[in-house]
């Protein structure tokens, strides 16, 4: 770590720094929500297209995650050379023509190509996000700056799972699609013409930085995949997004089929209970971990460890719990199996403020975009790419087995590789401790 808690340089973060990590956090919240909003949108959009749930695992993760992966490294390539806050704002606006030309879509292939688009032009968002972040706050205070920004998308499901519902229920799913460019265009315009870009590296000129020689895109990626505790801490971030990313697309439509929900009250309930629940997960272990990290580097593997474990011990009783109910509140069934779902989603969140962080101080300022944007990829992949994929393919195949009870036993089977990621912390934290959790310079 180059900047240590007592010798960071004389720099404040002010009101400007707060501001414009909750602009940023609202951009990543809208664009979040255009991926949490299919989870409605599933039986929707089977019925009008006539297709299956492979198909549909498809057009929420595929058909996003390779283009989002094939352009991850080129815009994390242009984070690192042009001005980040002119590019997000070009993003914004290009986010929003896209996801409101998915509303448009006349055919299944149609929409497959949009969201192409979509993710095309949400490629640079996290990593840009992620690298303006680190220059806004020191080590020290970074991961519960992280964990706000990362809260944002997961207090945001409210509005894509129960509102999103509610919409597309009355309203038709094209329609929540139109909804959610409008957003976008405003925030497009905030970035232009309001914000400027802070300088780079601002935390990290304890001694003189001198910027590493422009490398092509495969050396660039070859040389911060030659990191081990870099490499390590991706690879576990990317299996943890299989696993997360498949019980956020379906467990809506679980819920529906396996405890008899109606579409609005699942939406509802996976949005309100998952998302203040996770939300308020991701907010302490972002705190919690600044505030052991000054005491031990250590803690910023520890805490993923930790909540993994505890995620792993909620959600089985979660998936296999029966159909019995905990309470009404109106004529909202609430079933008992909520609460597990609940401490579930408090606790999947623990890594990802740390382990963001972590990231940000294994590589020198100059090539943050790019390391965000290769550990964008493999999540993406992974995460949005295959888990809903998988998810489909496996709830397919047990149909003959289980019936309507088939994803219940799908989305158990996706989530073992969890217990793999467990391991490659462990990994990271062996590999980390050798460079003082920071990058050799």
């Known amino acids: 770590m180059t900047a240590r808690a007592g010798l960071l340089p004389p720099a404040r973060v002010g009101w400007g720094s707060h501001g414009l990590l909750l602009l940023l956090a609202m951009v990543f919240a809208d664009n979040f929500v255009g991926r949490q909003i299919l989870a409605v949108m599933v039986e929707p959009i089977k019925s009008e297209f006539s297709v299956s749930d492979t198909a549909i695992g498809l057009i929420s993760g595929l058909a996003f995650a390779a283009v989002y992966a094939l352009m991850g490294l080129p815009a994390g390539r242009l984070v690192d050379r042009m ?201 302490f272990s972002g705190w919690l971990s600044d505030r052991l990290c000054r005491r031990n580097p250590h803690w910023q593997v520890s805490i993923p460890i930790f909540g993994h474990l505890a995620a792993i011990c909620a959600l089985v009783p979660y998936l296999l719990w029966s159909d019995s109910l905990l309470v009404r509140l109106g004529d909202v069934p609430i079933p008992t199996a909520m609460l597990w779902c609940a401490l579930y989603a408090f606790f999947a969140v623990w890594w990802v403020a740390p382990s963001y962080n972590l990231v940000t101080q294994l590589v020198p300022p100059d090539r943050r975009g790019s390391a965000m944007a290769l550990q964008t990829i493999v999540s993406t992949l992974l995460g949005v790419g295959i888990g809903p994929l998988a998810t489909g393919l496996i709830s397919d195949m047990l149909l003959p087995l289980f019936g309507h009870e088939s994803l219940r036993y799908a989305l158990l089977l996706v989530n073992l590789p969890v217990i793999c990621s467990v391991l490659l912390l462990m990994r990271t934290a062996s590999h980390a401790s050798s460079t003082g959790y920071g990058h050799g310079g």
């Open 83 to 283: 001005p980040r806050i002119r590019l997000l704002a070009m993003s914004c606006l290009l986010w929003a023509l896209a996801t409101m030309a998915c509303g448009l879509a006349g055919s299944f292939l149609a929409l497959a190509f949009a969201r192409m688009l979509v993710a095309v032009s949400e490629s640079p968002t996290t990593s840009a996000s992620l690298s303006l972040i680190a220059d806004l706050y020191p080590p020290q205070r970074r991961s519960f700056a992280i964990s706000c920004f990362t809260a944002a998308p997961t207090f945001s499901s409210i509005i894509g799972l129960s509102i999103g519902a509610w919409v597309v229920e009355h309203y038709g799913w094209r329609s929540a699609f139109i909804a959610l460019g409008v957003p976008a265009l405003v925030f497009s315009a905030i970035l232009a013409l309001f914000v400027r870009d802070p300088q780079r590296g601002r935390w990290d000129v304890t001694q003189s930085h001198t910027p590493h020689a422009l490398l092509g895109m495969g050396a660039e990626a070859r040389k911060l995949w030659a990191l081990p505790a870099y490499r390590c801490l991706i690879l576990a971030g990317g299996l943890t997004t299989l696993s997360s990313y498949a019980i956020g697309m379906w467990n809506t439509s679980f819920l529906v089929r396996s405890h008899g929900l109606s579409l609005q009250h699942a939406g509802l309930l996976a949005g309100v209970i998952c998302g203040i629940s996770a939300g308020i997960g991701g907010l």
